[in-house]
Nanobody
Framework: QVSLVESGGGLVQPGESVRLSCVVGNKKINNLSMAWYRQAPGKEREFVARSQRSGTTNTADAVKGRFTISRDNAKNTVYLQMNSLQSDDTAVYYC?????????WGQGTQVTVSP
C-alpha cells in the first residue's frame, strides 16, 4: 500500500505562486511515475503534470509554462510549483501514482485563487 499526503494549498490572489508537496510513504519514488491531477467544482478530475522515473516530465497545455513538477528522491517527495495562478486554477489538487494495475491517490489539497 502506497500512501500519498499532499500539502501546501490555500487561498492566494491571482498572479501569486504556490508550491504543493506530496510525501510518499511505503514505496520509493525513484521507482515510480508520479503525477498531479486537479478537480474543480462541478468538473471532472483532470491531468496536470507527470514526472516519469526517467526524469522526463510533461504538463497539461492549460498550465504549461506556469506549473512545474519536480521530485526529491531523497525526501521521497514530489512537488508542484504553480506560478501566475489564475482563478480557473481553483481546484482540489491530488497526487497520484500507480503500482502495477493499482492506482493510489492522496486526500487532496485545496487551492483557491481569488482577489
Amino acid at each position: 500500500q502506497v500512501s500519498l499526503v499532499e500539502s501546501g494549498g490555500g487561498l492566494v490572489q491571482p498572479g501569486e505562486s504556490v508550491r504543493l508537496s506530496c510525501v510518499v510513504g511505503n514505496k520509493k519514488i525513484n521507482n515510480l511515475s508520479m503525477a498531479w491531477y486537479r478537480q474543480a467544482p462541478g468538473k471532472e478530475r483532470e491531468f496536470v503534470a507527470r514526472s516519469q522515473r526517467s526524469g522526463t516530465t510533461n504538463t497539461a497545455d492549460a498550465v504549461k509554462g506556469r506549473f512545474t513538477i519536480s521530485r526529491d528522491n531523497a525526501k521521497n517527495t514530489v512537488y508542484l510549483q504553480m506560478n501566475s495562478l489564475q482563478s480557473d486554477d481553483t481546484a482540489v489538487y491530488y497526487c497520484n501514482t500507480a503500482v502495477g494495475p493499482q492506482n493510489f491517490w492522496g486526500q487532496g489539497t485545496q487551492v483557491t485563487v481569488s482577489p
